[in-house]
């Protein structure tokens, strides 16, 4: 199959409001096959969400390339934001229309409400983002994203600061959306559990300036329940990417504040 | 929508409630003497001197109410426009912005007379004169409301191929409603304001006619019978704008 995006030697710095340049990340080469979700793990500040910019194209790169293929038609992306993002002047179902109108997509309309079903938010459509749970607001970015069938869907930690049980949940609809509308996503996130199991290949980034210090295949099945998060074959996957980020490294725990107790 | 009703309408007897309370002590304060009633009328001599005067109230209320409003028009328009091309252009900020501060600063009394030998002693001065004290909000409110976007909703739709213009259109606009709302509550006060200071330095008719006219010849009860009624028209004024912003934001959080 052939590759949506392809990174090469991509590196982007920015200049602070001090003045000072900021190298964000540094010699970044990966490819998105189709139909594949690739996940980006990495510390704090490491550039992920930059990464997703220039992928979007709403940043340009310092050095190196990105090349952008559509499956069909024109390439474009479904976006979906660290935190929600919703136009709270919208409804529901005006927030999920954007990408359509922007696009000047006529007619397409029609598919919201399937949309709407699949997120699991029919009754809501005329709901104001104040009206929502957190929960609920991360599932309308979710449909926001997909409206308008995009080449590729571009994740920036979906849940971050939704509490354990409604991600658990929603990663598991994310994950069953994804593989029925057969989408090529690409999902940053700095949870070790959701990279691995949202993901078919996982890319550890090194703290900042980001570098890609390994590349793991998940070989689990498309659709994915919870339970597979307790057994072997996928904590095998953590403890890798644990090992890659030294989180497992005895001198972490040596490193102890100077003030602290003896 | 009953339970929004009912919610409203508790929201308007409490603002009722407190003006009552407040008018109920003001009579106590002054039927014991504790201020003297030529120096402050008790509420029902206020009343009753509203009633007593020979005055054509209903000439006056209209002259300050169309001069109020009209300034008010004509700032919020004003206002608007400066806005948006201070948030679209950074050399129009800079050049702009002190000539918008200084008359912001300068007191009215002092621009009044300017104005009124460069435009003349009539209408249009009093209006552009009311208009200065309800443009400042205007600008200040509606240029933050523009600039202070999500982020992220600029990147969603460029990322889609929007341009400046339509995510000014779809996202900046609308994302300062909240910010313009607040600023014409504030230009609306500033124009009653600006209409009755108008009308102290020149005019012959209005409340703020009435009141500069009642007090130079010691018709206290006069005066504040024109002020209790330009108080009433304020609120009145207010609570529309207010109502204005409710209605055409229902999304907005609010407390
Ligand atoms: N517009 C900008 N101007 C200056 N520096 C920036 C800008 N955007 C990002 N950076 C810097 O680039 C680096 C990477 O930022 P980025 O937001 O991509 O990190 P991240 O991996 O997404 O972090 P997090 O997990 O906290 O979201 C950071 O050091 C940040 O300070
Ligand atoms: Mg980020």
Not at chain 1, 42 to 67: D, H, Y
Not at chain 2, 10 to 25: F, N
Not at chain 2, 44 to 60: D, G, L, M, Q
């Amino acid at each position: 199959m052939a590759d949506l995006v392809s990174l090469k030697d991509v590196s982007k710095s920015y200049t602070a409001i001090t003045g000072e340049v900021v190298e964000a990340i540094r010699g970044v080469s990966f490819d998105m096959h189709e139909r594949e979700v690739l996940t980006l793990v990495g510390p704090s500040g490491c550039g992920k969400s930059t990464i997703l910019r220039l992928i979007a194209g709403v940043e340009k790169p310092s050095s190196g390339s990105i090349e952008r293929r559509a499956a069909e038609g024109k390439f474009v992306v479904g976006y979906i934001f660290q935190d929600s993002s919703l136009m709270r002047w919208r409804t529901v179902y005006g927030n999920i229309k954007l990408p359509m109108e922007i696009l000047g997509k006529k007619g397409a309309e029609a598919k919201i409400p399937e949309l709407v079903k699949l997120i699991n938010l029919e009754g809501f459509e005329k709901a104001y983002p104040i009206e929502l749970s957190g929960g609920m607001q991360r599932r309308v970015a979710v449909a926001r994203a997909l409206v308008h069938d995009p080449s590729v869907l571009l994740m920036d930690e979906p849940f971050t600061g939704v509490d354990e049980i409604t991600k658990e949940i929603l990663q598991t609809e994310l994950n069953f959306v994804i593989r029925s509308l057969k989408m090529t996503g690409v999902l940053v996130t700095h949870d070790i559990e959701e990279a691995v199991y949202l993901g078919d290949r996982v890319l550890v980034l090194s703290a900042h300036p980001g570098r890609i210090v390994e590349e793991i295949t998940v070989d689990l099945p498309e659709i994915r329940e919870p339970v597979i998060k307790t057994e072997e074959r996928f904590t095998r996957y953590t403890k890798e990417i644990r090992e890659k980020l030294n989180l497992l490294h005895p001198l972490r725990l040596s490193r102890r504040p100077t003030d602290a107790p003896a | 929508m009953q339970n929004k009703v009912v919610r409203n309408l508790r929201d308007q007897a409490s603002v009722l409630g407190s003006l009552v309370v407040g008018v109920v002590v003001w009579q106590v304060i002054v039927d014991y003497g504790i201020i003297p009633s030529f120096l402050l009328p008790a509420p029902t001599e206020i009343v009753a001197a509203i009633f007593s005067s020979r005055v054509n109230w209903w000439a006056n209320i209209f002259a300050t109410l169309r001069e109020a409003i009209a300034g008010f028009v004509l700032g919020t328009a004003l206002g608007l426009l400066l806005a948006v091309a201070v948030t679209a252009s950074g050399i129009v900020r800079k050049i702009v912005m002190p000539y918008i501060v200084a008359i912001q600063v300068l007191p009215m009394v002092a621009i009044a007379p300017i104005i009124y030998i460069l435009v003349g002693f009539n209408d249009l001065s009093r209006i552009i004169l009311t208009s200065l004290l309800s443009f400042f909000p205007v600008v200040v409110g509606t240029a933050t409301g523009l600039a202070d976007v999500d982020v992220n909703l600029v990147y969603l739709l460029k990322s889609l191929g929007a341009s400046e213009s339509l995510i000014f259109y779809k996202v900046r606009l609308p994302n300062s409603l909240p910010h313009l709302f607040v600023s014409l509550r504030i230009a609306i006060t500033g124009a009653t304001v600006g209409a009755i200071v108008a009308e102290f330095v020149s005019s012959n008719i209005g409340l703020g006619f009435l009141m500069t006219t009642a007090l130079t010849s010691f018709n206290i009860d006069l005066t504040y019978a024109a002020g209790f009624i330009l108080t009433v028209i304020g609120l009145l004024l207010y609570g529309l704008v207010e109502g204005v912003g409710r209605a055409s934001m229902p999304w907005f959080r609010r407390r």
